[in-house]
């Protein structure tokens, strides 16, 4: 890998040390999101990459286009946002390699936790639906860049949730883990819907407020203030919310925890004053394993990914219903008792299972 670009995870972050924490994390960014013309590095570091694709996405914008690169910069670097790969990759190379699919991009929940560890530790719903809201604005942008051939909707998700809910000296199998991801999903659609009123307003309205809408709306519990704009001038995308699996980014996010996953162990992370919230996420995220291959701990496993999926398919968009993660595929006993778990819960029944863990090939 040329021009490692990442910092020991035990060496305090000074303000021009780079913003890695991981080696594989540098390995991803390296493999798959650095741009490369005729065998030319152009993206020297990381932050040359946010500017590129920034600069890109901010193009769009009719006004203000200055303050939107800055606002996009701001989130990518703080590793707040990360929009979908194909944009990552080829965002200002010269070609748009996006059409077609529904575009994603996903918010680092981890990095939205303020005083980890402390006695106030706590989650910033506010900003967290304020970047939420940033990010249809940044697929937007890009679906009319690639002519709206990707304006097929939108999924945007979450990384790093289980490493917030340690950073917050939570359990992720336990009441008060669910309540903060029954928090982060509604704090999740409150921003993706206000941005899609904001853009109808700005670009035009592109998908009706249906009855299926209001009553979606009504059920989320969403702000009166969104509910009113939305009937008074429209909406500019309807479905927005979705939970994928979304291993490269997770890992180029210093190595957070995919979507949903849990982390590997029980205990909690020893956090030393004035740590690096980022750095204790990411140095305690290791995919889970069932110990000693033990059915019974794959099955607690299991059930506690289900019950945070119910915890949060209310304020979701789309089923909650990628796989889960597993040390190893359960029996088939094991798998039917899964499903008719999630189907108790109000998930998709069907129960698919996914290995850990990704690594790069460079």
């Known amino acids: 890998m040329s021009n490692l670009y990442y910092r020991s995870p035990g060496i305090a972050r000074s303000a021009a040390a780079s913003p890695f924490v991981e080696a594989a994390a540098v390995d991803a960014w390296d493999a798959w999101f650095r741009w490369r013309d005729h065998g030319v590095l152009r993206d020297l570091t990381v932050d040359a990459t946010w500017d590129r694709v920034a600069a890109t996405l901010a193009a769009a914008e009719l006004h203000d286009a200055t303050t939107w690169k800055r606002r996009f910069v701001d989130a990518f670097s703080a590793w707040q946002l990360l929009p979908d790969e194909r944009i990552l990759a080829t965002a200002g190379t010269g070609k748009v390699g996006w059409h077609g699919d529904a575009l994603a991009a996903v918010l680092n929940v981890a990095a939205f936790v303020?005083?980890?560890?402390?006695?106030?530790?706590?989650?910033?719903?506010?900003?967290?639906?304020?970047?939420?809201?940033?990010?249809?604005?940044?697929?937007?942008?890009?679906?009319?860049?690639?002519?709206?051939d990707a304006a097929r909707g939108f999924r945007i998700g979450?990384?790093?949730?289980?490493?917030?809910?340690?950073l917050l000296d939570l359990d992720y199998d336990g009441d008060e883990g669910r309540a903060l991801a029954a928090l982060v999903a509604r704090s999740l659609g409150q921003g993706c819907r206000r941005a899609s009123s904001q853009l109808a307003y700005e670009r035009g309205v592109t998908a009706p407020c249906s009855e299926a809408w209001r009553a979606r709306a009504l059920a989320q519990e969403?702000?009166?203030?969104?509910?009113?704009?939305?009937?008074?001038?429209?909406?500019?995308?309807?479905?927005?919310?979705?939970i994928d699996s979304q291993s490269k980014l997770a890992l180029f996010a210093n190595g957070v925890a995919d979507a949903l996953d849990p982390l590997s162990s029980?205990?909690?992370?020893?956090?030393?004053?004035?740590?690096?919230?980022?750095?204790?996420?990411?140095?305690?995220?290791?995919?889970?394993?069932a110990a000693q291959g033990s059915s019974v701990d794959c099955a607690k496993s299991v059930a506690a990914q289900l019950k945070?999926?119910?915890?949060?398919?209310?304020?979701?968009?789309?089923?909650?219903?990628?796989?889960?993660?597993?040390?190893?595929?359960?029996?088939?006993?094991?798998?039917?008792?899964c499903s008719a778990m999630a189907e108790g819960l109000g998930l998709p029944r069907q129960?698919?299972?996914r290995r850990p863990e990704l690594r790069v090939h460079t």
């Open 114 to 148: 303020r005083a980890p560890s402390a006695l106030h530790g706590s989650f910033d719903h506010a900003t967290f639906e304020d970047v939420a809201a940033l990010a249809v604005r940044a697929l937007d942008n890009a679906a009319g860049l690639a002519g709206n």
């Open 308 to 337: 945070l999926r119910a915890a949060m398919r209310r304020w979701i968009d789309e089923p909650i219903g990628y796989p889960l993660l597993v040390d190893s595929e359960p029996s088939k006993l094991q798998s039917e008792q």
């Open 158 to 166: 979450i990384v790093g949730l289980a490493d917030a809910i340690a």
């Open 351 to 353: 129960v698919g299972w």
């Open 222 to 242: 969403v702000a009166t203030d969104i509910a009113d704009a939305a009937e008074r001038i429209g909406i500019r995308h309807d479905r927005l919310t979705a």
């Open 266 to 289: 029980p205990t909690r992370p020893e956090h030393a004053p004035g740590s690096d919230p980022q750095r204790i996420a990411s140095a305690h995220h290791r995919p889970i394993r």
